[in-house]
């Protein structure tokens, strides 16, 4: 393990490396920054750029990316109440009151200082957590694979939102459905082809996710354009005030930092669950912990109710990387467009990673941390003049967005039938955006169709056709039973909720 | 009765699950397959039948969600420059091939700054053309990515 960490160590800080770092966490925080469009498409628009790349340079970037981008969705939640990122969402229930208040520094200075302690803290979990979990998952199986995958699948509807849990896995269904087309590879035969030989590769991992999330969010921007507001104003000419923190508040947000950092790391480990819980839950957290008098400064400007988040979203995106690395399985929207990212390269994440390319596998956890010194170092003093960004005009940022997405997809293929097809998916998302339909699980199902198809069969020759597999190994029949918990968790729900509103109504009836 | 978002979502989805279903009996077996327990059509089979099944659910069952209905979601939007962005991208596919990376792009970019409100020329040009080729020697001088001429400048005999 020291050798790999050593290597790893060797591989993160070259200088093509550390350059590296430095223009994702850049890039990440200036895309994250722009409101409406995340991770998911900051991540899509570099893989074209890193295809030329060493597998761990490409990862380093990305992963550089990931992180940038969620620190730049808070200056844009703390700013001008418009978080770029679903995760930084609760950043703005206190943040954005603080920068009313003339505080708009202290909070983002608070808000970097607090993504740095929840990465860093959760990079050292993620150094002990992955190889431990990556030596177990050695011994799993096709039926485990299998059971994981539907597992991730399951959970990622699970976490979609109250009352869209069927919306999400009918997304999740159609991903799935989109992974079968092309030739099967077991059998080669053609499926689903129509007859065009521009399908028989089936759709390119890459087109989808950067139609359905970078083109599609940008297109979103022109259809549903957000006023600017007076505080948009304000920020874009600097005026941030004091960024000093003093040894009172450090003491006030240390213990905040230190819970939720261990709330986010394991929240983003869960499969499906990402930063966006994470902050949600670490905030209702410090909520509950607080006290009677300090509970009322929540959404006022509470300096707990913007440390949690802010430490949480950032420990959740560490966290959802021991999935990834030592499972290859993606828990999120995010991390399955690394998951492709990865596969086009060549390396198939798994267990296998971490004995096969530990370059790879280290090189990325170190990074981690060096990403993070990074992005204090470059945030803390560039904010104003980053803040400034937010000022350039979209009519001149969006056709470049765009351009972008369409020359990523073109360059790889060389075909201009892709860029006809993304126009077609960007209009199918634009339609599931408006009516509301999560385009994640879509992407996650996608990702994963091919290798649960794949277990799936290899299960079952296995087993000579038979589905006994599903409960005759421990793993597999432990993995699927969290599987049904997870199922059954919102139909209970619901059933205890129809049970509260009958009883509500005969109450009513008999008064 | 208007339907509402979900129920249209839904009710695209169980139309999709029958055509894809149906589709699915259309993959071709080979020998023997009818003795195997997992096939080309099996999985497409699971998935036509579970799309159904949970689309009909999410039809048939009490709205949980907003209940907005599907005909407000598309109102109030700013669809003319979308619209227009969209057929850009489509004629940016269908001039690349004759006109080239450059010139294409460096129209896309003028029209699309254009169509989203910019009216100053000089700052249109001075988006559009540096950022078009600086892209292009990025691309070509220093990443050493081929990119073919344009057919119009081949058939002139330009070369570039």
Known sequence: ?511 | MTLSKEKLGALCFFILAIAYGFEAQQIRLLPGDQFEAFTARTMPYALAWLTGLVSFLVLVLPQKGSGETFTRVFQGLNWPPTILMMVLMVLYGLALTPLGFLLSTVLFLIAGIYTLGERRWKIILLTAVPSAVGFWFILVKLLNVYLAPGEIFLALNLGA
Not at chain 1, 253 to 271: E, K, N, Q, T
Not at chain 1, 349 to 368: D, K, Q, Y
């Open chain 1, 1 to 511: 393990m020291l050798d790999g960490i050593l290597q790893g160590l060797s591989t993160a800080v070259s200088p093509v490396n550390l350059l590296m770092v430095f223009v994702g966490c850049f890039a990440g925080t200036f895309i994250g920054m722009l409101p409406g469009l995340g991770p998911i498409s900051a991540i899509a628009l570099m893989i074209p750029i890193t295809y030329g790349f060493d597998p761990s340079t490409g990862m380093i970037l990305m992963a550089g990316v990931y992180y940038g981008a969620i620190f730049g969705g808070s200056t844009s939640s703390i700013l001008i109440n418009a978080p770029g990122v679903a995760g930084t969402v609760a950043t703005s229930f206190d943040g954005y009151p603080l920068a009313k208040q003339g505080h708009a520094g202290k909070a983002l200075a608070i808000a970097a200082y607090s993504s740095f302690s929840g990465g860093t803290i959760a990079a050292i979990f993620l150094l002990i957590a992955a190889p431990a979990l990556a030596s177990v998952s050695l011994s799993f199986q096709s039926a485990d694979y299998f059971a994981l995958m539907v597992l991730g699948l399951t959970a990622v509807s699970a976490f979609a939102g109250k009352g869209k849990f069927l919306i999400a896995v009918l997304m999740t269904l159609l991903g799935l459905m989109l992974s079968t087309i092309g030739i099967d590879e077991t059998a080669g035969l053609q499926r689903f082809t129509f007859g065009s030989l521009d399908l028989m590769d089936g759709i390119s991992f890459l087109l989808l996710a950067m139609a359905t999330f970078a083109l599609s969010e940008a297109l979103m921007v022109i259809l549903k354009p957000a006023a600017r507001s007076k505080e948009a104003e304000e920020a874009t000419r600097g005026n941030l005030g004091s960024m000093k923190v003093s040894k009172e508040e450090v003491k006030e947000i240390a213990p905040v930092i230190a819970r939720s950092s261990v709330l986010g790391f394991f929240i983003g480990v869960l499969p499906g669950a990402g930063a966006t819980i994470a902050s949600f839950l670490a905030y209702g957290m410090e909520r509950n912990f607080a006290s009677a008098k300090e509970k009322l400064k929540f959404g006022k400007g509470s300096l707990r109710g913007l440390a949690a988040p802010e430490t949480a979203n950032n420990a959740a995106c560490s966290g959802s990387f021991v999935p990834l690395l030592t499972l290859g399985i993606p828990g999120s929207g995010t991390t399955a467009v690394m998951l492709g990212a990865l596969i086009s390269y060549g390396v198939q994440p798994g267990p296998r990673l971490f004995v096969e390319n530990p370059a790879v596998f280290w090189s990325v956890i170190i990074s981690m941390y060096i990403g993070n010194i990074i992005l204090l170092v470059l945030n803390l003093p560039l904010i104003p003049y980053i803040a400034r960004l937010l000022a350039l005009p979209k009519q001149l940022l969006t056709p470049l967005i765009l351009f972008f997405s369409l020359v990523g997809v073109y360059l790889v293929s060389n075909n201009t039938f892709d860029i006809h097809i993304m126009v077609f998916v960007a209009v199918i998302a634009i339609f599931f955006r408006l009516i509301d339909f999560p385009l994640a699980p879509m992407l996650l199902g996608f990702i994963l169709g091919g290798m649960m198809e794949e277990n799936l069969r290899r299960a079952l020759n296995i087993n000579d056709g038979s589905i006994s597999f599903l409960w005759e190994r421990p793993i597999t029949a432990a993995i699927l039973a969290i599987t049904v918990i997870i199922l059954l968790a919102p139909l209970t729900k619901n059933i205890m909720d129809i049970r509260k509103q009958r009883a509500l109504a005969a109450n009513d009836g008999e008064s």
